[in-house]
Protein backbone atom coordinates (compact mmCIF):
# COMPACT_ATOMS: atom_id res chain seq x y z
CA UNK A 1 0.00 0.00 0.00
CA UNK A 2 1.37 3.81 -0.78
CA UNK A 3 2.33 5.21 1.94
CA UNK A 4 2.35 9.04 2.88
CA UNK A 5 4.67 11.11 0.51
CA UNK A 6 6.26 12.66 3.39
CA UNK A 7 6.72 9.54 5.83
CA UNK A 8 10.06 9.16 5.99
CA UNK A 9 11.31 5.26 4.03
CA UNK A 10 13.81 3.16 5.23
CA UNK A 11 16.07 3.69 1.71
CA UNK A 12 18.80 4.93 3.08
CA UNK A 13 20.82 3.10 5.50
CA UNK A 14 22.12 5.82 6.84
CA UNK A 15 21.38 9.78 6.35
CA UNK A 16 23.91 11.52 5.03
CA UNK A 17 24.82 14.74 7.22
CA UNK A 18 28.07 15.90 5.87
CA UNK A 19 28.27 17.53 2.45
CA UNK A 20 30.61 15.17 0.81
CA UNK A 21 28.33 12.52 1.88
CA UNK A 22 25.14 14.38 0.21
CA UNK A 23 26.93 14.72 -3.20
CA UNK A 24 27.90 10.49 -2.76
CA UNK A 25 24.11 9.80 -2.23
CA UNK A 26 23.31 12.47 -5.18
CA UNK A 27 26.17 10.61 -7.46
CA UNK A 28 24.46 6.91 -6.41
CA UNK A 29 20.43 8.35 -7.52
CA UNK A 30 21.71 9.48 -10.39
CA UNK A 31 23.72 6.46 -11.45
CA UNK A 32 20.66 4.23 -10.24
CA UNK A 33 18.40 6.04 -12.71
CA UNK A 34 20.95 5.86 -15.58
CA UNK A 35 21.25 1.74 -15.37
CA UNK A 36 17.93 1.30 -14.65
CA UNK A 37 16.80 3.70 -17.79
CA UNK A 38 19.38 1.72 -19.82
CA UNK A 39 18.96 -2.04 -18.75
CA UNK A 40 15.71 -2.26 -16.86
CA UNK A 41 15.64 -2.87 -12.85
CA UNK A 42 15.26 -6.30 -12.87
CA UNK A 43 18.76 -6.54 -14.93
CA UNK A 44 20.58 -3.79 -12.80
CA UNK A 45 23.18 -4.61 -10.20
CA UNK A 46 24.85 -2.78 -7.45
CA UNK A 47 27.94 -3.40 -8.77
CA UNK A 48 26.92 -1.43 -11.93
CA UNK A 49 25.77 1.22 -10.39
CA UNK A 50 28.55 2.00 -7.80
CA UNK A 51 30.76 1.72 -11.27
CA UNK A 52 28.06 4.03 -13.03
CA UNK A 53 28.95 6.50 -9.86
CA UNK A 54 32.61 6.01 -10.07
CA UNK A 55 32.54 4.61 -6.59
CA UNK A 56 32.95 1.39 -4.98
CA UNK A 57 30.02 -0.75 -4.21
CA UNK A 58 31.10 -0.48 -0.55
CA UNK A 59 30.42 2.87 -0.14
CA UNK A 60 26.83 2.41 -2.23
CA UNK A 61 26.06 -0.14 0.60
CA UNK A 62 26.69 2.47 3.11
CA UNK A 63 23.76 3.99 2.34
CA UNK A 64 21.63 1.52 0.32
CA UNK A 65 21.73 -1.79 1.55
CA UNK A 66 20.46 -2.87 -2.12
CA UNK A 67 18.91 -1.86 -5.62
CA UNK A 68 15.90 -1.88 -4.22
CA UNK A 69 16.84 0.73 -1.59
CA UNK A 70 17.82 3.32 -4.18
CA UNK A 71 14.76 2.50 -6.22
CA UNK A 72 12.65 3.38 -3.50
CA UNK A 73 14.57 6.88 -2.88
CA UNK A 74 14.09 7.51 -6.66
CA UNK A 75 10.08 6.96 -6.17
CA UNK A 76 10.08 9.21 -3.25
CA UNK A 77 11.32 12.22 -4.70
CA UNK A 78 9.13 11.45 -7.95
CA UNK A 79 5.95 11.53 -5.71
CA UNK A 80 6.80 14.92 -4.16
CA UNK A 81 8.01 16.03 -7.10
CA UNK A 82 4.30 14.94 -8.65
CA UNK A 83 3.12 16.51 -5.92
CA UNK A 84 4.35 19.76 -6.57
CA UNK A 85 3.24 19.89 -10.08
CA UNK A 86 -0.57 19.32 -8.94
CA UNK A 87 0.10 21.83 -6.34
CA UNK A 88 1.66 24.60 -9.04
CA UNK A 89 -1.42 23.59 -11.51
CA UNK A 90 -4.05 24.25 -8.68
CA UNK A 91 -5.02 27.87 -9.04
CA UNK A 92 -7.69 30.26 -9.96
CA UNK A 93 -5.65 31.36 -13.03
CA UNK A 94 -5.17 27.78 -14.04
CA UNK A 95 -8.77 26.89 -13.67
CA UNK A 96 -10.23 29.99 -15.34
CA UNK A 97 -7.76 29.07 -18.48
CA UNK A 98 -9.58 28.03 -21.68
CA UNK A 99 -9.69 24.57 -22.21
CA UNK A 100 -6.17 24.24 -24.51
CA UNK A 101 -4.34 26.45 -22.53
CA UNK A 102 -5.03 24.14 -19.55
CA UNK A 103 -4.07 21.20 -21.37
CA UNK A 104 -1.54 22.49 -22.81
CA UNK A 105 0.34 23.35 -19.52
CA UNK A 106 -0.22 20.33 -18.34
CA UNK A 107 1.36 18.57 -21.39
CA UNK A 108 4.55 20.99 -21.08
CA UNK A 109 4.66 21.14 -17.60
CA UNK A 110 4.85 16.79 -17.20
CA UNK A 111 7.22 16.93 -20.55
CA UNK A 112 9.96 19.22 -18.96
CA UNK A 113 9.64 17.17 -15.89
CA UNK A 114 10.38 14.08 -17.70
CA UNK A 115 13.64 15.40 -18.78
CA UNK A 116 15.07 14.41 -15.75
CA UNK A 117 15.92 10.39 -15.90
CA UNK A 118 14.83 9.67 -11.87
CA UNK A 119 11.31 10.65 -12.54
CA UNK A 120 11.40 8.61 -15.97
CA UNK A 121 12.57 5.81 -14.46
CA UNK A 122 10.38 5.24 -11.77
CA UNK A 123 7.14 6.27 -14.10
CA UNK A 124 7.65 3.73 -16.93
CA UNK A 125 8.87 1.20 -14.51
CA UNK A 126 5.12 1.57 -12.62
CA UNK A 127 3.13 0.21 -15.61
CA UNK A 128 5.81 -3.20 -15.76
CA UNK A 129 6.90 -3.83 -12.06
CA UNK A 130 4.45 -2.25 -10.14
CA UNK A 131 4.66 -4.45 -7.29
CA UNK A 132 8.60 -2.32 -6.68
CA UNK A 133 6.10 0.33 -5.40
CA UNK A 134 5.87 1.83 -1.59
CA UNK A 135 4.68 5.34 -2.40
CA UNK A 136 2.25 4.52 -5.53
CA UNK A 137 -1.02 2.22 -5.44
CA UNK A 138 -4.30 1.93 -7.68
CA UNK A 139 -4.73 4.17 -4.65
CA UNK A 140 -2.79 6.98 -5.15
CA UNK A 141 -3.77 7.05 -9.30
CA UNK A 142 -7.44 7.86 -7.70
CA UNK A 143 -6.36 10.49 -5.99
CA UNK A 144 -5.05 12.32 -9.24
CA UNK A 145 -8.01 11.70 -10.66
CA UNK A 146 -10.77 13.01 -8.00
CA UNK A 147 -7.88 16.41 -7.90
CA UNK A 148 -8.53 16.36 -11.80
CA UNK A 149 -12.26 16.18 -10.98
CA UNK A 150 -12.36 18.81 -8.61
CA UNK A 151 -10.91 21.10 -11.65
CA UNK A 152 -13.52 20.53 -13.71
CA UNK A 153 -16.09 21.26 -11.62
CA UNK A 154 -14.61 24.11 -10.37
CA UNK A 155 -15.10 25.08 -13.95
CA UNK A 156 -18.51 23.98 -14.54
CA UNK A 157 -19.91 23.79 -10.92
CA UNK A 158 -23.04 21.87 -12.41
CA UNK A 159 -21.25 19.01 -13.57
CA UNK A 160 -22.12 16.10 -11.11
CA UNK A 161 -19.24 14.04 -9.19
CA UNK A 162 -19.84 10.80 -11.38
CA UNK A 163 -19.81 13.10 -14.44
CA UNK A 164 -16.86 14.63 -13.77
CA UNK A 165 -14.90 11.72 -11.71
CA UNK A 166 -15.27 9.81 -14.94
CA UNK A 167 -14.26 12.65 -17.21
CA UNK A 168 -11.48 12.76 -15.29
CA UNK A 169 -10.34 9.37 -15.21
CA UNK A 170 -10.86 9.16 -18.96
CA UNK A 171 -8.35 12.03 -19.14
CA UNK A 172 -5.98 10.64 -16.64
CA UNK A 173 -5.31 7.29 -18.44
CA UNK A 174 -5.05 8.75 -21.89
CA UNK A 175 -2.74 10.95 -20.93
CA UNK A 176 -0.33 8.43 -18.96
CA UNK A 177 -1.08 5.63 -21.91
CA UNK A 178 0.12 8.46 -24.25
CA UNK A 179 3.01 9.78 -21.86
CA UNK A 180 4.39 6.45 -21.64
CA UNK A 181 5.14 6.15 -25.22
CA UNK A 182 6.35 8.88 -25.86
CA UNK A 183 9.03 8.60 -23.16
CA UNK A 184 10.15 5.42 -24.81
CA UNK A 185 10.42 7.23 -28.55
CA UNK A 186 13.09 9.14 -30.00
CA UNK A 187 12.20 13.00 -29.76
CA UNK A 188 11.18 14.14 -33.27
CA UNK A 189 8.21 11.42 -32.34
CA UNK A 190 8.06 12.19 -28.83
CA UNK A 191 7.08 15.70 -29.60
CA UNK A 192 4.39 14.82 -32.31
CA UNK A 193 2.67 12.44 -29.50
CA UNK A 194 2.78 15.31 -27.05
CA UNK A 195 0.82 17.53 -29.83
CA UNK A 196 -1.31 15.10 -30.73
CA UNK A 197 -2.03 14.34 -26.79
CA UNK A 198 -2.95 17.99 -26.61
CA UNK A 199 -5.25 17.81 -29.57
CA UNK A 200 -7.37 14.63 -28.44
CA UNK A 201 -7.81 16.06 -24.53
CA UNK A 202 -8.50 19.54 -26.04
CA UNK A 203 -11.61 18.31 -28.21
CA UNK A 204 -12.44 15.79 -26.11
CA UNK A 205 -12.49 18.16 -22.68
CA UNK A 206 -14.27 20.97 -24.86
CA UNK A 207 -17.22 18.59 -25.71
CA UNK A 208 -17.49 17.51 -21.58
CA UNK A 209 -17.29 21.51 -20.82
CA UNK A 210 -20.33 22.29 -22.86
CA UNK A 211 -22.88 19.85 -21.91
CA UNK A 212 -23.98 21.28 -18.73
CA UNK A 213 -24.69 24.81 -19.07
CA UNK A 214 -21.27 26.62 -18.28
CA UNK A 215 -20.73 28.52 -14.31
CA UNK A 216 -20.77 32.02 -14.15
CA UNK A 217 -17.46 33.67 -12.85
CA UNK A 218 -18.62 34.07 -9.52
CA UNK A 219 -19.62 30.37 -8.97
CA UNK A 220 -15.76 29.77 -10.31
CA UNK A 221 -14.34 32.69 -7.57
CA UNK A 222 -16.49 31.09 -4.82
CA UNK A 223 -15.22 27.65 -4.94
CA UNK A 224 -11.41 29.11 -6.26
CA UNK A 225 -11.42 31.03 -3.02
CA UNK A 226 -11.89 28.33 -1.11
CA UNK A 227 -9.99 25.69 -2.34
CA UNK A 228 -6.76 27.98 -3.09
CA UNK A 229 -6.50 29.83 -0.37
CA UNK A 230 -6.77 27.08 1.94
CA UNK A 231 -4.05 24.94 0.66
CA UNK A 232 -3.65 22.67 3.04
CA UNK A 233 -7.22 21.32 2.52
CA UNK A 234 -7.22 17.35 2.10
CA UNK A 235 -8.75 15.69 -1.59
CA UNK A 236 -11.75 14.54 0.45
CA UNK A 237 -12.46 18.27 2.16
CA UNK A 238 -11.98 19.71 -1.22
CA UNK A 239 -14.67 17.16 -3.14
CA UNK A 240 -17.02 18.33 0.05
CA UNK A 241 -16.77 21.68 -0.64
CA UNK A 242 -17.02 21.03 -4.80
CA UNK A 243 -20.23 19.22 -4.00
CA UNK A 244 -21.67 22.01 -1.18
CA UNK A 245 -21.35 24.92 -4.24
CA UNK A 246 -22.19 22.46 -6.78
CA UNK A 247 -25.74 21.36 -4.74
CA UNK A 248 -25.65 23.72 -1.97
CA UNK A 249 -25.16 21.53 0.56
CA UNK A 250 -23.98 18.59 2.03
CA UNK A 251 -24.36 15.95 5.06
CA UNK A 252 -22.50 13.03 6.54
CA UNK A 253 -24.22 10.35 4.56
CA UNK A 254 -23.45 12.27 1.35
CA UNK A 255 -19.89 12.36 2.14
CA UNK A 256 -19.60 8.40 2.86
CA UNK A 257 -20.93 8.03 -0.17
CA UNK A 258 -18.27 10.56 -2.07
CA UNK A 259 -15.54 8.85 0.11
CA UNK A 260 -16.88 5.09 0.71
CA UNK A 261 -13.23 4.01 1.75
CA UNK A 262 -13.02 6.02 4.58
CA UNK A 263 -14.74 5.73 8.40
CA UNK A 264 -17.54 7.98 9.30
CA UNK A 265 -15.16 9.11 11.98
CA UNK A 266 -12.83 10.45 9.32
CA UNK A 267 -15.04 11.97 7.47
CA UNK A 268 -16.52 14.13 10.49
CA UNK A 269 -13.05 15.19 11.41
CA UNK A 270 -12.93 16.50 8.35
CA UNK A 271 -16.04 18.68 8.64
CA UNK A 272 -15.32 19.58 11.76
CA UNK A 273 -12.51 21.10 10.55
CA UNK A 274 -13.82 23.01 7.73
CA UNK A 275 -16.53 24.52 10.36
CA UNK A 276 -13.43 25.17 12.83
CA UNK A 277 -11.75 27.12 10.62
CA UNK A 278 -14.68 29.29 9.52
CA UNK A 279 -15.09 27.37 5.94
CA UNK A 280 -18.83 25.95 6.42
CA UNK A 281 -21.45 26.33 9.02
CA UNK A 282 -23.23 23.72 10.35
CA UNK A 283 -27.01 23.33 11.02
CA UNK A 284 -29.34 20.18 13.48
CA UNK A 285 -28.41 17.86 15.37
CA UNK A 286 -25.79 15.15 15.51
CA UNK A 287 -25.72 12.58 12.52
CA UNK A 288 -28.03 14.98 11.16
CA UNK A 289 -26.58 17.50 10.58
CA UNK A 290 -26.52 20.03 7.16
CA UNK A 291 -23.22 21.13 6.20
CA UNK A 292 -23.07 24.66 3.91
CA UNK A 293 -20.07 26.79 2.54
CA UNK A 294 -19.90 30.02 4.77
CA UNK A 295 -20.98 33.40 2.13
CA UNK A 296 -17.89 35.15 3.62
CA UNK A 297 -14.61 32.80 5.10
CA UNK A 298 -13.96 34.28 8.69
CA UNK A 299 -10.56 35.62 9.22
CA UNK A 300 -10.96 35.13 12.52
CA UNK A 301 -10.32 31.46 12.82
CA UNK A 302 -7.15 30.43 11.12
CA UNK A 303 -5.66 27.34 12.34
CA UNK A 304 -4.01 24.80 10.19
CA UNK A 305 -5.73 22.07 9.01
CA UNK A 306 -4.80 18.42 10.53
CA UNK A 307 -5.65 15.76 7.45
CA UNK A 308 -3.81 12.80 8.73
CA UNK A 309 -6.25 10.08 7.91
CA UNK A 310 -6.99 7.19 10.19
Known amino acids: MASDPLTPQKSLRRKPK ?12 EAAAEVFWEVGYEAATTHAIAARANTAVGTLYRFFPNKLALFHALEKRHRQGVEDIHAQLMSPEFVRQPIAEI ?9 QYFESL ?11 HPELYAQFDEAVDYSYIRRFAIVLRMRNPQMSVPRSELVAETCHRTFNAIFLSALKSEATYQRQLYQELQRLLTSYLKTCDTECHKSSDEDVSRMTAVLVDH ?7 RSAIAHMIEHGQLTIQTFEKLC ?7 LQRDLRQLVDNGIL ?28 DE
Open 18 to 29: QQRSQERVEQLL
Open 231 to 237: KSLNDRQ
Open 281 to 308: ESTGETNQLVYRVVEKPSEKKNRPLDSA
Open 103 to 111: VRQMVETFA
Open 260 to 266: PQFSRRT
Open 118 to 128: GPRVVYTQYYT
